[in-house]
């Protein structure tokens, strides 16, 4: 432990202000150079100081001193990523400035200062988050040293430079080239600086209050910004309204690159996306697509008060960051449009949380973190969905006091920095409850309990049981200091449609709660409107009543109660064949996210059916989803009427006719589909896009391919390019799927699209094994596009190979060619695979015994 926590810097020198001057001119060079000026606090008097700095060359380091440049000695330390930098003479208590002169080359990785191109123009782009300031300029480059920044930048004349401040001012610099000098930042840390350089165009300003909001773009998509802008707009207004407190920056720039590892960036005032995450044209962008950019903008706009203005200390508490702009962001859409039922796609999110969750190598959502890397492997789903779920169970325990105790908090450590500690105090002073007690337990250990419910034999009480669950692990004793505090609430269900809500606390391992006057009797979900972070597990016979009851439901009861009891069945806690009996009696959902969670445990059986059963016993299951979920009258992809809603729930139906039932009317309709929108995007409606090019490509061959490859490289919008992309992975022809996995090799391919290529490759019901030996082939040349964060998504996708000699080599080949920021991937991968095949084992004969009756 101490070992490691020296890889810290030492608290007793500070940045106070960083003043960093770059030139750069990413058209004709990749490479950059730069100063930076940082004026630093000394507790007590040193020599020798140590910050962070790699990857890059040092030409000059020293320090100011009456008036000179005095220079220092540098030491290079590599396996800390930092120089110490030897001074002339004892310096402090007090202030003092050190100076540094610097060169690099602009990365391929999407790291630091990196290179992307768009067509023929080329840039210049950060991405400092979590650990990569270091690799741009020296600096303190932790969350807790914060300083003021002032920034200028050199460039060719006509290129665009965007930072975190207005620009003050531009100036001639040597022949053909202007220097571009922003105001100074409020106090930041070093991973929320941002700077774009290149051939940008910029939207029209709308503002909120004082702060003009703008979408940048490459050239030749100023149609696509409209969304985004009205989406900001709405978002931040709705944000000062909730803190309190106006937009902390004198500007918002949202920033659409051409290239990008994450979803988005919320750096201070310039908001890095991935283009799909805030372009779209609205009159082909289907509803997910559109809910998608609204919620990341929403999201990431969140962070300018819970990340920015107040950061963690360290990255342990990452948390405080992004769980609650998880969870803020759906707060705010709900608001902005209440019919998009926004509060769906965040129940999908607490879904994929849940089961990454009841894997032995989970970990927590406050997680110690000790290293760069490992701070780069919490990016994942515990640290913002389980941590969102569990903000948004404690913001409903709480009340109106959750939002008066985080606005005590942001105001009391504006501009600073703070522990899980500073939070819980904030909302215990405004609440008088003790948080800690309520929420500690959630945060700081790993995994969630399953609530098992058992009505009494008359049906006038209920007992709630809970202990730990874990995929792979048969119940045994539970131990008291293992259990959670559950704000428990369930939903009695009567014949007629009218229901009750029950609620209790299950504190201890158990507990029995009377049921209200009027619901004797009548079964009771265990988790109204999913409120609670648990697996709630009833009785076979209690299911399939609920189940019989379910327009008692909400949509979001009803998806958890499908994922729920498909969780547990693939646990051995609950038999398959219940869960088998939801498929058809919940078959004529008209919600198109219900559908969306039962297609998804739909696709899974399907693949445990083609690879467990004989051909006959595929055909009847192929025949009964048919049944289910069909017939569809007329042209299927043709829908003239109707809601958003009601065109996605048919579009998920026909995945899963097209898909897993290969109905070949759906197929063949798909294909016809997918030429006229491949012709005319208009000429189909956005939510049956997917499905039909999917389907296409799955079924087709070389000239479709030819097609969706142009498409792809010359797609007027992100969202078409995408879609394209994903379809060229699809192919069953394995001639035309080695021909997709090519691209990632070469530079037609966006760095941060090769993890999704080759992720949907591996997906691929008809060549995961080849898309293996593709990655495991060209892995020296992939891991050297792929960023820290995407090379875990290609880890999470290989399960999909399903097989034990696939585990043994998937384990050899991460054990030859370690990846430090994916260790937990891999042990979680390989811990799937082992569940995939236990599940296998089990259901062969439930399958069997259900496909014969």
């Known amino acids: 432990m101490s070992a490691r926590r020296a890889k810290r810097l030492t608290a007793d020198v500070r940045p106070i202000e960083v003043d960093l001057h770059l030139e750069v001119d990413p058209e004709r060079d990749d490479t950059f150079s730069g100063s930076v000026r940082i004026e630093i606090e000394l507790e007590r008097a040193k ?16 320090i100011v001193q009456g008036g000179e440049i005095l220079p220092g000695t540098i030491t290079v330390v590599p396996e800390r990523e930092t120089v110490k930098v030897r001074l002339p003479a004892l310096q402090g208590p007090g202030r003092c400035t050190l100076v540094f002169a610097f060169n690099g080359r602009l990365r391929s990785d999407l790291k630091g200062f990196y290179h992307a191109a768009s067509g023929r123009h080329r840039y210049a782009l950060t991405q400092l988050a979590a650990t990569h300031a270091r690799r741009m300029f020296p600096c303190f480059d932790e969350p807790a040293m914060k300083a003021a920044y002032k920034v ?19 100036e001639p610099a040597r022949r053909g080239f202007v220097t571009h000098h922003f105001s100074r930042t409020p106090r930041l840390s070093s991973y929320l600086v941002a700077i774009a350089v290149g051939r940008f165009e910029g939207s029209r300003t709308v503002r909120v209050g004082k702060t003009p909001i703008r979408v940048w773009h490459t050239p030749g998509k100023a149609a696509l910004t409209p969304f985004a802008l009205r989406a900001a707009k709405a978002s931040l207004a709705r944000l000062e309204k909730w803190f309190g407190l106006a937009h902390p920056y004198q500007k918002l720039d949202l920033i659409a690159v051409p290239d990008f590892e994450f979803g988005a960036m919320e750096n201070a005032g310039a908001v890095f996306f991935r283009e799909t995450a805030l372009l779209l044209d609205e009159t082909t962008a289907s509803p997910a697509e559109r809910h998608r950019v609204a919620e990341v903008v929403a999201h990431e706009l969140s962070h300018m008060w819970f990340g920015n203005l107040v950061t963690m200390a360290w990255w342990d508490d990452l948390w ?6 998880t969870w803020m962001a759906f707060q705010v859409i709900d608001d902005w449009k209440p019919g998009w039922g926004i509060w769906r796609e965040f129940q999908d999110g607490t879904a994929t949380a849940l089961r990454f969750d009841a894997l032995a190598d989970t970990h927590p959502v406050y997680c110690e973190v000790h290293d760069v890397d490992a701070a780069t492997e919490n990016f994942d789903v515990i640290t913002y969905e389980k941590g969102a779920a569990i903000v948004r169970m404690l913001a409903t325990t709480l009340g109106p006091d959750f939002r008066r105790g985080v606005r005590r908090y942001i105001r009391a450590h504006c501009e600073g920095n703070t522990v899980a500690a500073d939070l819980w105090q904030a909302l215990g002073e405004a609440s008088g409850r003790d948080v800690l007690r309520m929420a500690g337990a959630w945060i700081e250990r790993p995994g969630h309990p399953i609530v098992e419910l058992t009505r009494s034999r008359d049906g006038g009480r209920i007992q709630l049981a809970q202990r730990p669950f874990r995929m792979g692990r048969r119940r045994g004793a539970v131990d008291p200091e293992s259990l959670w505090p559950v704000p428990w609430a369930g939903r009695a269900l009567s014949a007629s449609g009218r229901t009750r809500r029950i609620e209790a606390t299950l504190a201890r391992s158990r507990t029995r709660v009377d049921v209200p006057a009027g619901t004797k009797g009548q079964p009771v979900y265990g988790n109204a409107n999913q409120g609670g972070f648990f697996r709630t597990l009833h009785a076979p016979e209690e299911l399939a009543e609920i189940a019989s009851r379910a327009s008692g439901l909400t949509a979001i009861e009803r998806m958890g109660l499908i994922d729920d009891a498909w969780a547990l069945a693939r646990a051995g806690e609950l038999p398959l064949v219940a869960f088998l009996e939801l498929i058809p009696a919940i078959g004529a959902e008209t919600d198109p996210a219900v559908l969306r969670t039962l297609a998804g445990a739909v696709h899974a059986l399907s693949d445990d059916v083609r690879h467990l059963l004989e051909a006959e016993a595929i055909a009847i299951w192929r025949k009964r989803l048919q049944q ?6 007329g042209d299927p992809f043709e829908m003239r009427r109707g809601s958003d809603d009601s065109r996605d729930a048919r579009a998920q139906r026909l995945g899963i006719l097209g898909a897993d039932a290969a109905c070949p009317l759906v197929i063949e309709a798909a294909k016809q589909a997918c030429r006229r929108y491949l012709a005319r995007p208009a000429s189909l409606h956005p939510a049956f896009a997917d499905v039909a090019v999917s389907l296409a490509a799955e079924h087709g061959h070389a000239a479709l391919f030819d097609r969706l490859e142009r498409t792809w ?6 969202q078409l390019a995408r879609r394209a992309l994903m379809a060229l992975a699809g192919f069953r022809d394995a001639e035309l799927h080695d021909r997709a996995l090519a691209h990632t090799l070469g530079p037609e391919l966006a760095s941060g699209d090769v993890a999704i290529v080759l992720v949907r490759g591996l997906s691929n019901p008809h060549n995961p094994e080849r898309t293996w030996r593709f990655i495991k082939c060209h892995w ?3 891991e050297k596009r792929i960023g820290g964060m995407l090379v875990t998504r290609i880890i999470d996708a290989t399960p999909a190979l399903a097989t034990a000699a696939a585990r043994r080599d998937v384990a050899a080949f991460f054990q030859a060619h370690p990846v430090p920021t994916g260790e937990r991937a891999i042990r979680q991968a390989l811990e799937r695979f082992e569940l995939i095949a236990a599940f296998r084992r089990r259901a062969a004969p439930e399958l069997r015994a259900w496909l014969s009756t």
């Open 628 to 633: 289910i979920f069909g017939p569809l009258r």
């Open 47 to 62: 020599r020798q100081i140590e910050l962070h700095a790699t990857e890059i060359d040092i030409s000059r380091a020293g």
């Open 152 to 170: 200028s930048v050199t460039t060719r004349k006509g290129l665009t430079v965007l930072s975190n401040q207005p620009a003050e001012r531009v």
């Open 320 to 325: 405080l960051n992004e769980s609650f702009a």
């Open 780 to 782: 020296s040349a992939l």
């Open 713 to 718: 490289r010359t797609a007027s919008t992100p």
